[in-house]
C-alpha cells in the first residue's frame, strides 16, 4: 500500500532498561539495523539505577565504535505507573526479595512484557519503525511465562492484528545463556564491548552498587546478581586458553 508509514526494514527499536541483557541486544541492534531507537520503561521501580546507566551505556555504544554512532537515533521514556499499582513485589516496595509457591520470584509483575512489548510497538507504529528488540530469554531466566518464545510469537501476531502491521519482534537472547550473552557481546564488540557492559549495565535486584565484583557491581547475593556472576564465570572459563 502507498500509504504504509512504515520506513522499511532499516530501523529497529530497542526495549532497553541499562541491564547486561538490553546493553547486549542494543549492541546487537547496531550492528544489523541503520537505524537504531531505544525504549525505557519507568514504571516506581525501588531502585532507578537501571535507568541511570541507559545514558552511559549509549554514549559508551557511540564512543567505541562511531559506525554504531552514525545509526544510534533518539532515546525514548514511557512512564508506566500504573504497572506499580498491580504489583506486589519487592521491585516497587520496600519487601525482601524472595520466591512465590508458583517458584516466580516475588519480582514478577504478571504480563510486564507483554504491556512493555505492547507499548513498544504503539511508539513503533508512530516513528515508523519495523523491529523491536528485546532480551526476553527462556534459556536461563527466573521463570517469567511472558518471556518464553512461544507467548513473544503469539504476542507478534496479536500486535500485527490489532495495528494492521507487520512488526518484527527479535529476541537474540531467547536461547542462549548468561556465559554466552557474554560472548555474543564479545562477538559484536570485542572485550572492549564486555568491558563497557561489566562497567556500566546493571542488573541487581536491590540496587546495590556500592561493591564492585569482576562481573560488575552488585550485592553479590539477589538472584539477579548470582545469575550475572555465575554466568560471567562460565564465559571466562570459556575464554581462558
Ligand atoms: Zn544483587
Same mark, same amino acid.
Given at each position: 500500500?502507498?500509504?504504509? #508509514?512504515?520506513?522499511? +526494514?532499516? !530501523?529497529?527499536?530497542?526495549l532497553?532498561s541499562? $541491564?547486561q541483557?538490553?546493553?547486549?541486544?542494543?549492541?546487537?541492534?547496531?550492528?544489523?539495523? /541503520?537505524?537504531?531507537?531505544?525504549?525505557?520503561?519507568? @514504571? $516506581?521501580?525501588?531502585?532507578?539505577?537501571?535507568?541511570?546507566?541507559?545514558?552511559?551505556?549509549?554514549?559508551?555504544?557511540?564512543?567505541?565504535?562511531?559506525?554504531?554512532?552514525?545509526?544510534?537515533?533518539?532515546?525514548?521514556?514511557? /512512564?508506566? +505507573?500504573?504497572?506499580?499499582?498491580?504489583?506486589?513485589?519487592?521491585?516497587?516496595r520496600?519487601?525482601?526479595?524472595?520466591?512465590? !509457591?508458583? =517458584?516466580?520470584?516475588?519480582?514478577?509483575?504478571?504480563?510486564?512484557?507483554?504491556?512493555?512489548?505492547?507499548?513498544?510497538?504503539?511508539?513503533?507504529?508512530?516513528?515508523?519503525?519495523?523491529?523491536?528488540?528485546?532480551?526476553?530469554?527462556?534459556?536461563?531466566?527466573?521463570? @517469567?511465562?511472558?518471556?518464553?518464545?512461544? /507467548?513473544? &510469537?503469539?504476542?507478534?501476531?496479536?500486535?500485527?492484528?490489532?495495528?494492521?502491521?507487520?512488526?518484527?519482534?527479535?529476541t #537474540?537472547l531467547?536461547?542462549?545463556? &548468561?556465559?554466552?550473552?557474554? =560472548?555474543?557481546?564479545?562477538?559484536l564488540?570485542?572485550? /572492549?564491548?564486555?568491558?563497557?557492559?561489566?562497567?556500566?549495565?546493571?542488573? *541487581? @535486584?536491590?540496587?546495590?552498587?556500592?561493591?564492585?565484583?569482576?562481573?560488575?557491581?552488585? %550485592? $553479590?547475593? *539477589?538472584? !539477579? %546478581?548470582?545469575?550475572?556472576?555465575? $554466568? @560471567?564465570?562460565?564465559?571466562?572459563?570459556?575464554? !581462558?586458553?
Open positions: 500500500m502507498a500509504t504504509d #508509514p512504515i520506513a522499511g +526494514d532499516d !530501523a529497529a527499536l530497542v532497553f541499562g $541491564g541483557d538490553s546493553a547486549t541486544c542494543l549492541a546487537w541492534a547496531l550492528d544489523r539495523f /541503520a537505524r537504531v531507537e531505544t525504549l525505557g520503561f519507568d @514504571y $516506581g521501580q525501588r531502585h532507578r539505577i537501571e535507568l541511570d546507566c541507559r545514558q552511559t551505556l549509549r554514549a559508551g555504544l557511540v564512543a567505541r565504535e562511531p559506525a554504531w554512532g552514525r545509526r544510534l537515533g533518539e532515546d525514548h521514556t514511557l /512512564a508506566l +505507573d500504573a504497572l506499580s499499582a498491580v504489583s506486589d513485589t519487592a521491585l516497587t520496600e519487601s525482601e526479595i524472595g520466591f512465590e !509457591a508458583s =517458584g516466580l520470584p516475588n519480582t514478577f509483575v504478571p504480563g510486564r512484557n507483554i504491556v512493555f512489548l505492547t507499548f513498544a510497538a504503539a511508539l513503533a507504529y508512530r516513528r515508523g519503525i519495523r523491529h523491536i528488540v528485546g532480551g526476553m530469554c527462556e534459556t536461563d531466566y527466573s521463570g @517469567y511465562p511472558d518471556c518464553r518464545d512461544d /507467548a513473544i &510469537k503469539a504476542l507478534q501476531v496479536a500486535l500485527n492484528l490489532g495495528m494492521e502491521r507487520r512488526f518484527v519482534l527479535h #537474540p531467547m536461547w542462549i545463556d &548468561k556465559a554466552q550473552t557474554w =560472548g555474543l557481546a564479545q562477538s564488540g570485542g572485550r /572492549a564491548l564486555v568491558d563497557l557492559i561489566v562497567e556500566d549495565s546493571h542488573t *541487581c @535486584y536491590l540496587g546495590e552498587r556500592g561493591q564492585r565484583h569482576e562481573w560488575g557491581y552488585g %550485592c $553479590g547475593t *539477589c538472584p !539477579a %546478581c548470582r545469575l550475572r556472576a555465575e $554466568g @560471567y564465570a562460565r564465559f571466562m572459563a570459556s575464554e !581462558a586458553p
